[in-house]
């Protein structure tokens, strides 16, 4: 029922954001795209011509680009397996009753709101450290040799410090979801006789299955662009340099805009494939 | 019916549920403590540390050593600076959305969505050479634009459905009572709109306050917000671990609290509605 005049105005109300938004994508990514096709160092000639898609066969057969994927795959999986599958443990966990639930929950939550380059730098330093760090101190107590994680064990060290960040969202996400469930579906199932684990696997999975899909995908995204972790910690050494950060080492480090303008479109690419089934469940979502 | 808990099973579920959360929290916990002690006690075996005395000299040092509160009145300005400019440009567009819905509206909301996904790195250059030309690079006016545009998404987002559980007869009742669309925003839509906009406050101060990529990259010595002093510490000398330790927790403080009053607001904004 909304007038003509309305209709007007409410374009105009929308105006400034998707102008904005609209720049925001354009400009960059537009730039991104000529340097991509352009010979580019700054320090070294600067502008020397175009040279077709020199770069983006560049960027895939230099020696450091399939262990960035390597890289790049082991933390994501690594990081996606532990914190979905503790994260649902852990959900029907504080879903039970118990004492003092609100400050389990705020604990179990805290490390999400934890900066990056706080959590890196203090599992490097504090914990990690093998001399002076908490874990080395545990494992010499127990009387076990220390282990230098981030450069014997560095890609699990990272794995492990980026999960500990993102367990509570996975947490948080899958406890909202399991709330949602009908205790009464649960109760008749318990009646008939199934068993708690017949209850999880046909009644608690697929009832979390979209949670679980949401996990995944709105994580996969922040974690294909990890940086500050890597960056405070191996500075992308011992076999840690994932795709993003072999593209910030190009652009920034070795100052070769081309090279590494090829290599942010193919994440582009990527992070697009990743988010149109993202944007196909939230769209669904949106017409409900 | 609901089921009767045996004390038994209760008392378990707690034991166990304290015990996941202990080790969870931990690293925080242990850096509270370590704050506390002197540099030398700080690197001692975890007993030992916490037998030693307690001092609040590393938060001395660190406030008078590293200007740590320039630092953090720079992470301040950023987050409510760019919250603040985000809301101007977003409350409009998501009422809109959310109650002159035309056939484009999902089109726009999800397309919005899409350049939240667009990967930091894949504009690195392009930004960075932005911000040389406009002489924007280590100011705190750039990034507070650059926070903005990455969370406005998230705000536009959130607002809208937050603003979609309005129902529209209230406004269509105003209407007829007279109201025209200044007093319709005013005096009826924006008091029951204020929890929805706390709550997408709350969640984008925080957003804005961990943002860990360009912050890095964009600041130096100048507009380095939080993020990017704790950075710092990635390079020490000598003995660090209490003034880390002090440095962090001051940095962590403020948003833990906040954290605590937006778990549910975190669960819809970072899933964009798909898990209430």
Known sequence: ?288 | MARAVTTRRKTVNTALAWMVAVIIFFPILWIVVLSFKTEGDAIKAPLEVLSAPWTVESYAVVQERSDYIKHFSNSLILSLGSTFLGLLVAVPAAWSMAFVPSRRTKDILMWMLSTKMLPAVGVLYPIYLLFIELGLLDTRVGLVIVLMLINLPIIVWMLYTYFREIPGEILEAARMDGAGLRQEILYVLTPMAVPGIASTVLLNVILAWNEAFWTLILTAANAGPLTAFIASYSSPEGLFYAKLSAASTMAIAPILILGWFSQKQLVRGLTFGAVK
């Open chain 1, 1 to 288: 029922m909304a007038t003509r005049h309305s209709r007007s105005a409410a374009r105009l109300m929308m105006a400034p954001a998707v102008i904005l938004l609209l720049g925001w994508m354009l400009v960059p990514l537009t730039m991104t795209l000529y340097f991509s096709f352009k010979k580019y160092l700054p320090m070294r000639g600067g502008d020397l011509g175009w040279v077709g898609f020199d770069n983006f066969v560049r960027f895939v057969s230099s020696s450091a680009f399939w262990p960035s994927v390597t890289a790049t795959l082991t933390l994501v999986l690594g990081v996606l397996v532990i914190t979905v599958i503790l994260g649902i443990l852990i959900a029907l966990l504080l879903d039970q009753p118990m004492w003092g639930q609100g400050v389990v929950r705020i604990m179990v939550i805290a490390p999400f709101f934890v900066m990056p380059t706080v959590s890196a730098l203090v599992w490097k330093n504090i914990m990690m450290d093998p001399i002076n760090g908490f874990l080395g101190h545990l494992t010499r107590a127990v009387g076990l040799q220390p282990v230098d994680w981030l450069s014997q064990a560095s890609m699990p060290a990272i794995t492990l410090i980026v999960s500990w960040e993102w367990l509570p969202f996975a947490t948080l996400i899958l406890l909202t979801a399991l709330q949602s469930l009908d205790r009464e579906q649960l109760e008749a199932a318990e009646m008939d006789g199934a068993g708690p684990f017949a209850r999880f696997f046909f009644i608690m999975i697929p009832h979390l299955a979209r949670a679980i899909t949401v996990v995944i995908l709105i994580q996969t995204i922040f974690l294909l662009s990890i940086f500050a972790e890597i960056f405070v910690t191996t500075g992308g050494a011992f076999g840690t340099k994932t795709l993003t950060y072999l593209i910030y080492q190009r652009v920034v480090e070795s100052q070769n805009i081309g090279l590494g303008s090829a290599g942010g479109i193919y994440a582009v690419i990527l992070a697009n494939i990743v988010a149109i089934f993202l944007m196909r469940i939230v769209g669904k979502n949106l017409e409900a």
